[in-house]
């Protein structure tokens, strides 16, 4: 299958790039480069016969046009998105621009690319969002896929708003789409302004690690290559029109994952003292959502998909990853608003 794949240079879309690759499938990789994006990230695969990269702006309809038309690829999986909460506090602009008109150019250049085609049956467009769009849990429950959605930052209502629009081109115009929302994800290629990245990079360099609010907060936490895996899947599994929880079935509080993430640090980089000494509580993140867990009944039965990587397992392998590729987080310390703190209001 040929796949074009938006946001291919950034975490989980590299992800999906080298994992298709690896399948044998024909990869098309168009990403603007924006900050969070790097080319390092899909460094193995640059070379493959299989592999194909086109920089582009997804808010720029012509270039997708003329990407569709020059790659002409049987299916697209739409990744490229600004993606950091604390960022959409402080900017919200750039999200409603990407996240939405970004993804009504991208749908609207498929649906004419996929008419004068004269509507391929197999051709897929995949839309790849979050389990933030289902808001906030209490102690109890799960999100299905009919959870209404309540979406509580300038991030989570932006990709609600792209689900929305997807769903709507597949209800109206009877573009072939499947929906995926996942919970939070961690591993190798992670930006470093995200959680787990921060704390490994901070003890590493023995800086503060700072812990939102009182550190309950909870996520379902996914290792990325198991999310890249799902994701194939239900690009060539998937029902027709159908969106798909995806979980890690690892439900563990900010504070909790901070600590095991230390311990690891401990054990691969003992310090005179341990790592935990340099857990900082500061203020919390505004509308902060306190939960988040994903119920995976329907990808378990329909696809037979489960999560592989235990969370011990993924964050070993996620330590030993940074501590071993300096040369690929280090350059990326020094752009803009990395280490400090966002998303204040
Ligand atoms: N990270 C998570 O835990 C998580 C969980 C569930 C869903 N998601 C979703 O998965 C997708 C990928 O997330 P990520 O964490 O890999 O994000 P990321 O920020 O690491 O990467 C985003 C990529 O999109 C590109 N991009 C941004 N704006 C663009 C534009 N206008 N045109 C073209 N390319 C553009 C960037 O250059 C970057 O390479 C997003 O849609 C996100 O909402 C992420």
Same mark, same amino acid.
């Given at each position: 299958?040929?796949?074009?794949?938006?946001?291919?240079?950034?975490?989980?879309?590299?992800?999906?790039?080298?994992?298709?690759?690896?399948?044998?499938?024909?990869?098309?990789?168009?990403?603007?480069?924006?900050?969070?994006? +790097?080319?390092?990230?899909?460094?193995?695969?640059?070379?493959?016969?299989?592999?194909?990269?086109?920089?582009?702006?997804?808010?720029?309809?012509?270039?997708?046009?003329? !990407?569709?038309?020059?790659?002409?690829?049987?299916?697209?999986?739409?990744?490229?998105?600004?993606? =950091?909460?604390?960022?959409?506090?402080? @900017?919200?602009?750039?999200?409603?621009?990407? *996240? !939405?008109?970004?993804?009504?150019?991208?749908?609207?250049?498929?649906?004419?690319?996929? %008419?004068?085609?004269?509507?391929?049956?197999?051709?897929?467009?995949? =839309?790849?969002?979050?389990?933030?769009?289902?808001?906030?849990?209490?102690?109890?429950?799960? #999100?299905?896929?009919?959870?209404?959605?309540?979406?509580?930052?300038?991030?989570?209502?932006?990709?609600?708003?792209?689900?929305?629009?997807?769903?709507?081109?597949?209800?109206?115009?009877?573009?072939?789409?499947?929906?995926?929302?996942?919970?939070?994800?961690?591993?190798?290629? =992670? #930006?470093?302004?995200?959680? !787990?990245?921060?704390?490994?990079?901070?003890?590493?360099?023995?800086?503060?690690?700072?812990?939102?609010?009182?550190? @309950? +907060?909870?996520?379902?936490?996914?290792?990325?290559?198991?999310?890249?895996?799902?994701?194939?899947?239900?690009?060539?599994?998937?029902?027709?029109?159908?969106?798909?929880?995806?979980?890690?079935?690892?439900?563990?509080? +900010?504070?909790?994952?901070?600590?095991?993430?230390?311990?690891?640090?401990?054990?691969?980089?003992?310090?005179?003292?341990?790592? *935990?000494?340099?857990?900082?509580?500061?203020?919390?993140?505004?509308?902060?959502?306190?939960?988040?867990?994903?119920?995976?009944?329907?990808?378990?039965?329909?696809?037979?998909?489960?999560?592989?990587?235990?969370?011990?397992?993924? %964050?070993?392998?996620? !330590?030993?990853?940074?501590?071993? *590729?300096?040369?690929?987080?280090?350059?990326?310390?020094?752009?803009?608003?990395?280490?400090?703190?966002?998303?204040?209001?």
């Amino acid at each position: 299958m040929k796949i074009l794949v938006t946001g291919g240079a950034g975490f989980i879309g590299s992800a999906v790039v080298r994992l298709a690759v690896a399948r044998g499938h024909e990869v098309v990789n168009l990403d603007a480069l924006t900050y969070a994006a +790097n080319p390092e990230n899909v460094v193995s695969v640059a070379d493959s016969p299989l592999y194909r990269f086109e920089q582009a702006d997804i808010r720029d309809r012509a270039a997708l046009d003329r !990407v569709l038309e020059t790659h002409r690829p049987d299916a697209i999986m739409h990744l490229a998105a600004e993606s =950091h909460v604390d960022r959409s506090i402080d @900017g919200p602009g750039a999200f409603i621009e990407t *996240n !939405v008109t970004g993804t009504y150019n991208l749908l609207e250049a498929a649906r004419s690319w996929w %008419l004068a085609q004269d509507r391929p049956e197999g051709f897929r467009f995949h =839309h790849i969002s979050t389990d933030e769009v289902f808001g906030s849990l209490g102690e109890e429950g799960q #999100f299905t896929e009919t959870t209404p959605y309540d979406p509580r930052s300038p991030y989570s209502a932006s990709k609600a708003a792209s689900d929305h629009l997807v769903r709507a081109w597949h209800e109206t115009y009877g573009l072939p789409v499947v929906l995926t929302n996942c919970s939070n994800n961690y591993g190798p290629f =992670h #930006f470093p302004e995200k959680l !787990v990245p921060v704390v490994i990079l901070n003890a590493l360099r023995g800086l503060p690690i700072p812990v939102y609010g009182d550190g @309950g +907060n909870v996520r379902d936490w996914l290792y990325v290559e198991d999310h890249a895996d799902a994701l194939l899947l239900v690009l060539e599994k998937g029902r027709l029109g159908r969106s798909y929880n995806i979980g890690g079935e690892n439900e563990v509080k +900010n504070i909790d994952l901070v600590r095991t993430i230390c311990a690891e640090m401990d054990r691969l980089r003992p310090d005179a003292a341990p790592h *935990n000494r340099l857990i900082k509580f500061v203020t919390d993140r505004p509308g902060h959502d306190r939960r988040y867990a994903i119920d995976p009944i329907r990808i378990r039965t329909e696809l037979g998909w489960r999560p592989s990587v235990t969370i011990e397992e993924g %964050l070993r392998r996620t !330590v030993e990853w940074y501590l071993d *590729n300096e040369n690929w987080w280090s350059p990326l310390l020094s752009r803009q608003g990395v280490g400090e703190r966002l998303g204040k209001a």
